[in-house]
């Protein structure tokens, strides 16, 4: 009998294959690293094939480890990472390496279109102008004359390009089409003054359907080397933050999602497009009737990961957090700024740089630790306040990431954000939603919604009272010294 699902969720660093059975339990999980090129300074590009090699690997040792026959697996979903860009030949080729989300290279490009355009190209589309986003990148090629620019007959996204490989299909689901910055969200359909500004044409993109959709069957030998039928149906999923919403069951209102791991962001749904008004916020569609509004920071774990490296941290990773414990909430006053690697929401300023403010002899290695804790907390909770102005105060905050694994800084995000926080037990949510998804394409399960009851969840994180207090007056402070310092960027 059939009773289990493949979730493939394609990330930056790994494309990692989870087995699950109905009820949201992992099976089995395997991952085979992906690896960055830095050419220049600014520039992050990947190699669009070794990934497709990577996603396939990574579920042929899932399947091994899982020890389950073909007629056990039931559907398979995708999740990928967003803004990702391949310029593609006719033949199906990739011309070039593929610019990821952190490539800057349209930094310029950005910087040089004026407050008032920004704004209006954002409220058009619900993309922030951004290096991140794709339009940029486009712009980048253009202006610099990038002979795989002029030469590509497609353009497609990582999870495109293997969609393609695997299926022999150009298709693109709603959530990943909204990341490029050239869709219309109201419309779901791509808008024909950003293709214009970009220099592409309609014909050089993919159709764009629902997460719902199912790809038809995989090409034999790529099945064969993965261990499944060709034959099992495939969903084209969504993009990793929607289904990260979806597999920690962030769906209703008052309902937030919050992802460190390197990175971070906060999201919530929404059944309409809404952008803010000072274009702080990022607005993706996901569903025919359902949307995502959040903001997304490049800091999270990676500030505690310099902090570590720097202080010649040569302990787990557990106990360096742990010092955190031995410094009071506000850190005696020392404050962190957590812009070390440039920043998206809110500031959306790639030039944005990392600060301690309030530094004396008095502070410890407890206080930086606990400082940079609360600086990133900080920084999701600023954004989060713009997200509440756009559709209502969180009333559950589920997390998920590699910082959800650490009770000291659960307990500060309850604290900040004086709210209940919720984990679940199973760590791959952007991969049980992406094997949610494909459940519900093949009618096993009915909605988006029940996945409520089938993610495994542990008890809530509760507030403490006289902290929240505190932190509130804290943040007051942060917020006034990130206000004062965004002017120096």
């Not at 190209?121 to 619900?126: D, E, F, I, M, S």
């Not at 996204?157 to 490029?180: L, N, P, Q």
């Not at 949307?291 to 360096?320: H, M, R, V």
């Amino acid at each position: 009998m059939s009773k289990y699902i493949i979730g493939l969720d394609l990330g930056t660093t790994s494309a990692k294959a989870c087995i699950f059975n109905p009820m949201g339990h992992l099976i089995a999980d395997a991952e085979e690293p992906v690896h960055s090129e830095y050419p220049q300074v600014g520039w992050v590009q990947q190699d669009a094939a070794a990934v497709e090699r990577a996603a396939v690997w990574a579920i042929k040792k899932a399947i091994q480890k899982a020890g389950i026959a073909m007629d056990e697996l039931l559907a398979f979903g995708f999740s990928a990472a967003m803004h990702s860009l391949v310029p593609v030949s006719r033949e199906g080729e990739p011309l070039a390496p593929a610019f990821i989300w952190s490539d800057g290279r349209g930094t310029e490009q950005a910087e040089r279109l004026s407050e008032e355009v920004r704004l209006k190209l954002y409220a058009k589309t619900g993309t922030p102008v951004h290096p991140m986003s794709p339009f940029l990148k486009l712009l980048w090629m253009k202006e610099n004359g990038f002979e795989p620019y002029l030469q590509a007959s497609y353009w497609m996204s990582i999870k495109e390009y293997i969609i393609y490989c695997w299926f022999g299909r150009r298709v693109i689901d709603y959530s990943m089409a909204s990341a490029t910055g050239l869709l219309n969200p109201y419309t779901r359909q791509w808008d024909q003054d950003m293709l214009e500004l970009a220099g592409v044409n309609i014909n050089q993109l993919s159709e764009i359907v629902a997460p719902t959709t199912l790809l038809g069957p995989i090409k034999a030998n790529i099945a064969e080397e993965m261990g499944i039928p060709s034959t099992l149906p495939v969903a084209i999923g969504a993009a990793d933050g929607q289904l990260a919403n979806l597999g920690i069951g962030a769906l209703l209102p008052g309902e937030v999602a919050v992802s460190v791991g390197t990175s971070g962001a906060i999201r919530q749904v929404t059944n309409e497009a809404k952008v803010s008004s000072r274009g702080e916020t990022f607005c993706y569609s996901f569903t025919e009737d359902s949307y995502i509004i959040g903001g997304p920071t490049n800091n999270g774990g990676i500030a505690l990961q310099w902090l570590k490296q720097l202080l010649n941290d040569q302990g787990s990773y557990e106990d360096f957090l742990a010092e955190a414990e031995q410094a009071e909430p506000g850190a005696e006053g020392l404050l962190f700024l957590p812009y070390i690697n440039g920043e998206r929401a809110p500031l959306w300023n790639q030039r944005a740089r990392g600060n301690f403010y309030g530094m004396t002899v008095a502070h410890t290695k407890a206080h930086y630790v606990r400082a940079v804790l609360e600086g990133i907390t900080f920084n999701l909770y600023q954004i989060g306040r713009t997200l509440e102005q756009l559709a209502g105060a969180p009333r559950i905050i589920y997390v998920n990431g590699g910082l959800s694994r650490s009770p000291i800084w659960l307990q500060m995000m309850a604290d900040i954000f004086d709210a209940e926080i919720y984990v679940s037990e199973n760590h791959h949510s952007a991969a049980w939603g992406a094997a949610w998804t494909a459940l519900v394409a093949i009618g096993e399960k009915e909605d988006f919604v029940s996945i409520k009851q089938n993610i495994p969840m542990g008890e809530a994180v509760v507030p403490n009272p006289d902290t929240s207090r505190a932190y509130k007056k804290i943040f007051e402070r942060y917020e006034r010294l990130a206000s004062k310092i965004a002017d120096l960027f």
